[in-house]
């Protein structure tokens, strides 16, 4: 299905797009670095075509002392995090057009069933400018030649851990993580490991930070790094693998979704990667999660890795300047509806601590105003149809909405089942309510 040149394409057309974005919001030349990611879709019909949807940057994680139980602050801007969240809008926005001007290039209504279908042909795929943070990004250094070489300096983990010293090892095996054989006394070569600053979920096996492949476990849930406070959202190889259980647009939308809508492929950028940690991490280790309602399935993307480098990614900044730090902004932008928004700490950036609270200073992107789109769907569908399950006049909470989605909400306990450790967030944080609907999606 997809051609060699695929993941090139992919990274060339995100690449080039992010390039002719403004400056506001992107990293200072030389001195700060940053993600990138997008949700691209590709069609098959009446031509095959591939575009992006959504494209954002970001690497900030916001601590719990930090989060707010109004909707209105993003607590997780990974890029991966947010270039998902615009997927949802754009297909709250493809809702609106079906049910204002019997229109979209996406989906259809469903007249039967009350909802939307996927009109055929169209996949959605992940690009991310680097390996994921959490269990993808562990994996051996040099893991795919028979012996690893001398490691003759250390480097900084992406947490700004100092790496430990090399320990000598004599290796047997280096295909598998757990497989090697260590004898200190050997005077084969040097064994590490790529390290990920995520941290290991209260509950799990802990990394015993060890020398060489020694300092991390894998397979484990982690949450990202937070500078102090620590944070509750977890890392995104965990929410990729939550996505390829319970989908990628969301509880909202599965209300709305005759069925839930996964990942085709995820390709990664020119950077430190291993297939075998990708599949370990996103596909393998959800083979147990088992009873999952119909529709809903184990989700299995292909990988790829692109030939070509983001100009600010870290590895390729830390050779001029070591002392480089992640850029505190992100950048939100949609294809359709046009949206491009700078966000830092959730907010939208420049806003004042006047302002802080006020309606205008969300990002288009957050819980309450993808809320607010909802309801404005479901209102219009009221407006189309008798006999729809959902109305927006009961002036319910988000969470009360969240759970209406039954389906949707039985796949995330089937995979919870297994990873009980997941660390959710408090219910209180999701139960605020919104008083009025806008009048147009935007």
Request: proline share 5%; glycine share 4%.
């Amino acid at each position: 299905m997809f051609s060699p040149e695929f993941p090139d394409e992919v990274a060339k057309l995100c690449y080039d797009n992010f390039t002719k974005l403004p400056s506001k919001g992107k990293p200072q030349k030389n001195k700060e670095w940053t993600l990138l990611a997008a949700i691209l879709m590709s069609t098959e019909y009446p031509k095959q075509s591939l575009k992006i949807v959504s494209l954002t940057t970001g690497t900030k994680c916001l601590g719990y002392s930090q989060l707010s139980d109004k909707g209105d602050i993003i607590f997780d801007s990974h890029a991966e995090i947010l270039a998902r969240r615009g997927l949802i809008k754009f297909l709250m926005y493809q809702m609106h057009e079906v049910l204002h001007k019997n229109d979209s290039e996406v989906l259809c209504y469903n007249e039967k069933e009350k909802k939307f279908n996927l009109k055929c042909g169209i996949s959605f795929h992940l690009f991310v400018s680097h390996i994921p943070c959490g269990d993808a990004a562990i994996f051996l250094k040099n893991s795919e030649t028979t012996m690893p070489p001398c490691l003759e300096e250390q480097i900084q983990s992406d947490s700004g851990e100092s790496l430990p010293k090399k320990i000598k090892l004599d290796v047997t095996e280096v295909n598998d993580l757990n497989s090697i054989e260590v004898n200190s006394s050997s005077s084969c070569a040097s064994i590490d490991i790529y390290r990920t600053g995520a941290k290991c979920v209260q509950g799990e096996l802990q990394d015993p930070k060890g020398p060489g492949q020694n300092f991390h476990v894998t397979g484990v849930l982690r949450t990202k790094p937070g500078r102090g406070d620590p944070t509750w959202s977890m890392s995104c190889s965990d929410k990729i693998a939550l996505w390829n259980i319970c989908g990628i647009q969301g509880a909202l939308l599965s209300c709305l979704l005759t069925k839930p809508i996964y990942l085709s492929s995820l390709i990664f950028g020119k950077c430190p990667f291993d297939t075998k940690a990708v599949q370990r991490a996103v596909i393998e280790r959800l083979s147990d999660v088992t009873s999952l309602p119909s529709g809903y399935y184990l989700n299995k993307p292909t990988i790829h890795q692109s030939s070509l480098v983001f100009d600010y990614s870290k590895e390729i900044l830390m050779k001029e300047n070591s002392s480089i730090v992640p850029c505190p902004a992100s950048i939100i932008w949609l294809n359709n509806p046009k949206l491009l928004e700078v966000s830092v700490n959730g907010k939208k950036q420049g806003v004042t601590k006047k302002n802080f609270n006020k309606p205008f200073s969300r990002i288009s992107i957050c819980k309450s105003i993808l809320f607010e789109d909802f309801l404005e769907i479901c209102t219009l569908l009221s407006e189309k149809s008798t006999g729809i399950l959902i109305d927006a006049k009961d002036n319910l909470a988000y969470l009360e909405y969240k759970q209406m989605a039954k389906s949707y909400q039985d796949a995330k306990l089937a995979f919870w089942k297994v990873f009980d450790k997941w660390k959710r967030k408090p219910s209180h944080l999701q139960k605020f309510t919104l008083s009025c609907t806008k009048k147009v999606i935007n």
